[in-house]
T-cell receptor
Framework: KNQVEQSPQSLIILEGKNCTLQ??????????LRWYKQDTGRGPVSLTI?????NTKSNGRYTATLDADTKQSSLHITASQLSDSASYIC?????????????FGTGTLLAVQP | GAVVSQHPSWVICKSGTSVKIECRSL??????MFWYRQFPKQSLMLMAT?????????EQGVEKDKFLINHASLTLSTLTVTSAHPEDSSFYIC????????????FGPGTRLTVT
């Protein structure tokens, strides 16, 4: 069964600190993996998208890594800000192409405290 | 670029009535739009996929007669919740993909539906 699991479920860090969120997936065949940020009461916003051939991709203070062999991904947030408080969702596309269904993880709820 | 809007952002309706939610791609043409539902502290659940000019494809367990989807143009899709019940109260999110076939899905800001 295609699944995407994230850890931890929730995380509290102090402003300015770094953190790393984990994503493990069993989706096969695998096309691409995405990380989204979802603020409370808002739709998800794309942070990174990586194909199976990419190992890392950065977007400002966000850096995603991908190991297609072990089916693991991580999202590293550097120098966290209060505005980083949100749910971070790992999403895997099993086939590739815009019209294909996405498989969503349950998210990691990050709280950045002053 | 690639902005998706939803209207309304929140709506309250009485049980038994119908409510329509609009999803628009503002600066691109979307051949495919997706409708999701999200309950508190849960992830997004795909309800249906709609292609412009075609009937929507519903996920297993989603009643097509209750959740009517229309994708009449390349920039507009609508979701109508018919005979709404309190258990339909949820956060409804649409997303859209560009006609170019890129991997990206652009999500709308969501619509909070409360059925009383």
């Amino acid at each position: 069964k295609n699944q995407v699991e994230q850890s931890p479920q929730s995380l509290i860090i102090l402003e300015g600190k770094n953190c790393t969120l984990q994503c493990n997936y069993t989706v096969s065949p695998f096309s691409n993996l995405r990380w989204y940020k979802q603020d409370t009461g808002r739709g998800p916003v794309s942070l990174t998208i990586m194909t199976f051939s990419e190992n890392t991709k950065s977007n400002g203070r966000y850096t995603a890594t991908l190991d297609a062999d072990t089916k693991q991904s991580s999202l590293h947030i550097t120098a966290s800000q209060l505005s980083d408080s949100a749910s971070y969702i790992c999403v895997v596309s099993p086939y590739g192409g815009a019209t294909n269904k996405l498989i969503f993880g349950t998210g990691t709820l990050l709280a950045v405290q002053p | 670029g690639a902005v998706v809007s939803q209207h309304p952002s929140w709506v309250i309706c009485k049980s038994g009535t119908s409510v329509k939610i609009e999803c628009r791609s503002l600066d691109f043409q979307a051949t495919t739009m997706f409708w999701y539902r999200q309950f508190p502290k849960q992830s997004l659940m795909l309800m249906a996929t709609s292609n412009e000019g075609s009937k929507a494809t519903y996920e297993q367990g989603v009643e097509k007669d209750k959740f009517l989807i229309n994708h009449a143009s390349l920039t507009l899709s609508t979701l109508t919740v018919t005979s709404a019940h309190p258990e339909d109260s949820s956060f409804y999110i649409c997303s859209a993909s560009e006609a170019s076939g890129s991997y990206e899905q652009y999500f709308g800001p969501g619509t909070r539906l409360t059925v009383t």
